[in-house]
């Protein structure tokens, strides 16, 4: 390409001042913010497009990976409304996602201050995250007694192994609360993965009834072996990671075994001068084989509650619910019966293994195998 060529190339798109207007829509306002040119307004419009490509794209298997501190404020909304609508497949998280999600669905938190006195906040029994404000009796408390109900149901189930994503579909069903995300990943068998289950106060309450149950077993290796399963199942597979930690290296730690995702969002306020995961850009993960040379990828720097929100609005004025994707679930509708009971009788809980032999009736007088993906209007 000569130096002409090269310069028209390269200026072909003009910088657009940002109009004003009083009823712009959200797709309008990702619109408008792509056309600004700079700075992170661009990179988030590019997210939009990303995510809303990848969830468009019927062979995508897509992964969300997100932080617990999010799910203490409002965004906890927005992730609930990404289950409902089944943008995602699966979902990876940590033990305070399950921790703020029971505390939120039985009590209240409330808005603070960063700057608040926190000697006087201890004092009052109240602590704080951020700038939002848990009281004692929302928090630990309350998870405490609930958590000590939800064992013994479980107990009386006479289960002894369970996955951390079936124990969340398990959990979900006895918080039976439509704001919550346990509830959703549960109602529409999405699996939520959590790697670090131990590490906040579920996982101390797991803890708690382990001493009085030594046969009863979490089963992080059923939850790889479905990470494992999905990932090598998949056509194609994307990811929105939110902030770093386990939850984002779980999901592109899988990745690479397929040659990396196609699709790539990262969301993060973290830098990577100091070599941090959290401030790994999507670029980085190339060298690693966890995203794909040619793969659609953008790394926006920012707060996760001020862009998450502006991307989901405007994708959601655009797409309808969509089925799960076949080849991301516990039971796979692209192979054949005699594979499928397989899979399906391996399932750990009894519930879920009564839920296996209906869906094997299912199938076995299903006439199509079709998927249904999400529609555009």
Not at 129 to 143: D, K, R
Not at 189 to 204: E, F, Q
Not at 214 to 226: V, Y
Not at 332 to 356: H, P
Request: some cysteine; glycine content about 8%.
């Amino acid at each position: 390409m000569n130096k002409s060529d090269a310069r028209s190339n390269l200026l072909s798109k003009k910088v657009i001042d940002f109009s004003i207007g009083s009823d712009t829509s959200s797709k309008e306002l990702m619109e408008k913010m792509s056309d600004m040119g700079g700075f992170s307004a661009k990179k988030v419009a590019e997210g939009a497009r990303i995510l809303r490509d990848m969830i468009k794209d019927s062979s995508s298997t897509n992964i969300l990976s997100f932080p617990a501190d999010i799910m203490a404020t409002g965004l906890r909304g927005v992730i609930v409304e990404m289950a409902k609508r089944k943008w995602f497949d699966l979902l990876i998280s940590t033990c305070g996602t399950l921790d703020h999600d029971i505390a939120r669905s039985f009590g209240d938190y409330y808005q603070g201050a960063f700057e608040m006195d926190d000697a006087f906040l201890h004092g009052l029994d109240i602590h704080r995250l951020g700038n939002v404000l848990v009281p004692v009796e929302s928090y630990g408390i309350l998870i405490e007694k609930k958590m000590a109900e939800f064992l013994k149901n479980i107990d009386s189930d006479g289960i002894k192994d369970i996955t951390t994503h079936e124990f969340c579909w398990k959990l979900g069903e006895y918080i039976n609360n439509k704001s919550s995300l346990l509830y959703w990943c549960s109602k529409n068998r999405i699996p939520l993965v959590i790697p670090g289950i131990t590490d906040g106060s579920v996982g101390y309450q797991l803890w708690q009834f382990y001493q009085e149950h030594k046969q009863f077993r979490i089963n992080m290796l059923g939850d790889e072996q479905l990470m494992s399963d999905t990932i090598w199942d998949s056509k194609k597979a994307g990811a929105l990671c939110i902030g770093g930690g386990i939850s984002k290296h779980h999901a592109i730690w899988w990745a690479q075994f397929r040659g990396g995702f196609d699709y790539a969002v990262y969301i993060t306020t973290a830098q990577e001068y100091d070599g941090s995961l959290s401030g790994a850009r999507t670029r980085e993960a190339i060298s690693w084989g966890k995203i794909k040379e040619k793969a659609k990828h953008v790394n926006i720097d920012g707060d996760a509650t001020l862009v998450l929100p502006i991307i989901a609005s405007s994708l959601a004025g655009r797409t309808a619910h969509r089925a799960l994707c076949a080849n991301s679930t516990p039971w796979k509708l692209k192979e054949d019966d005699d594979v499928l009971i397989q899979r399906l009788l391996r399932l750990n809980s009894r519930d879920l293994q009564q839920e296996a032999n209906c869906e094997i009736q299912k199938r076995k007088t299903a006439s199509s195998r079709s998927r249904q993906r999400c529609s555009y209007l």
